[in-house]
C-alpha cells in the first residue's frame, strides 16, 4: 500500500512538472552598449516543439530584468498556458533610447535590434512582427511605446503601463539630463525621443496599441493626454483606466489585460 502511494506520488510530481515553463537567466554581449546586458527569459514547455510568439516586458526607473517575476510571480504559468515566450531585458535606466551624449547608452538599438535579433536566433520564435509585442510600466511604458513607434517593422503590438510617456513633463527628473542634456540647451534631443513628439509620425493602424493608468497614479496626466493626442491624430488604440496607484498591486492586476489583448492580436493575424 505505501508503495502504490509512492508510486502515485511520483507519477502526480511528474505529470506536474512534465510541461512546465523553464526561466532562462541569461547576457547577451551587446555592442550598441558596450557590455554584457542580463535578461530574463521565460519559455513554454511548448517552445520545444513549435514557434511561440514572443512578449517583450519592459522594467521601469531603478527596476531590473528580475522586476517583472517579481510582480507577477505566475508568469511562468502564463506562459505555458498561453504558449509565449516573455523576454525581460535589464533595461538599467536608459529610458530605452539611443543617447545622443552617452555612447554606451544605445538601448533602442538594443531593444529593438541586438535583443529581437538574439531572442529569434536562439529560441523557437515566430519571428514575423505580428507575432511580437512590447509592453512595459513606468519608464518601459515609455520605452515599450517608443521603440515600437521607432520600429514599427519589428514590433505589431505594443502597450504602456502606468506610462512616463511625456519625457518634457518630467524634464530634469529621474536621469533623463545626462542622457539628454538639459531641455532648454538641447530641445532636438528631447523631441526626437519622445512618445508624444512620435505620434505625429504614427499613422493609424500599424500598430495595435493598448495603454491604461490608475487613476490615483502621479503620472495618470500622461496617459490622459496620450490618449487625448492619439484621439486627435486619428489613431486607434485601447485606453483602460482603473483604480489603482503606481504600485506593484496595479501591474500584477495590469499585465493580465495587456497579455489578453497582445493574445487576440496574434490570433488575429
Not at 529593438?112 to 529569434?120: K, N, T
Not at 520564435?125 to 507575432?131: A, K, L, S, V
Not at 509620425?201 to 495595435?208: D, H, P, S
Request: glycine letters at 8%.
Amino acid at each position: 500500500m505505501i508503495k502504490q502511494i509512492q508510486l502515485i506520488l511520483v507519477f502526480l510530481l511528474l505529470a506536474i512538472t512534465a510541461d512546465a515553463a523553464r526561466i532562462d537567466r541569461i547576457e547577451i554581449k551587446s555592442e550598441a552598449t558596450n557590455s554584457a546586458i542580463k535578461v530574463v527569459v521565460i519559455v513554454p514547455d511548448v517552445e520545444k516543439t513549435q514557434n511561440c510568439p514572443v512578449i517583450y516586458l519592459l522594467h521601469g526607473y531603478m527596476g531590473n530584468q528580475e522586476l517583472w517575476l517579481g510582480i507577477k510571480p505566475n508568469l511562468p504559468e502564463i506562459a505555458d498556458r498561453e504558449g509565449f515566450i516573455f523576454v525581460c531585458p535589464d533595461g538599467k535606466n536608459s529610458w530605452y533610447i539611443n543617447s545622443p551624449i552617452d555612447k554606451n547608452s544605445q538601448y533602442e538599438t538594443f531593444i529593438s535590434a541586438e535583443l529581437v535579433d538574439f531572442i529569434d536566433k536562439n529560441y523557437r520564435t515566430q519571428t514575423d512582427r505580428n507575432y511580437r509585442a512590447i509592453t512595459g510600466l513606468s519608464m518601459g511604458g515609455h520605452g515599450a511605446l517608443f521603440n515600437a513607434m521607432c520600429h514599427p517593422d519589428v514590433f505589431g503590438a505594443t502597450g504602456s503601463m502606468s506610462g512616463a510617456v511625456d519625457i518634457h513633463s518630467i524634464n530634469g527628473d529621474f536621469g533623463l539630463i545626462p542622457l539628454l542634456g538639459k531641455l532648454s540647451e538641447h530641445p532636438e534631443n528631447w523631441n526626437k525621443n519622445s512618445v508624444m513628439k512620435q505620434i505625429a509620425t504614427l499613422k493609424n493602424g500599424v500598430l495595435a496599441i493598448y495603454i491604461d493608468c490608475g487613476v490615483s497614479d502621479f503620472l495618470f496626466e500622461m496617459s490622459e493626454n496620450l490618449n487625448k493626442s492619439l484621439r486627435q491624430k486619428g489613431i486607434d488604440h485601447d485606453y483602460t483606466t482603473r483604480p489603482g496607484k503606481h504600485d506593484a498591486d496595479y501591474w500584477n492586476n495590469s499585465i493580465d489585460y495587456h497579455i489578453l489583448f497582445f493574445k487576440k492580436f496574434f490570433e488575429k493575424k
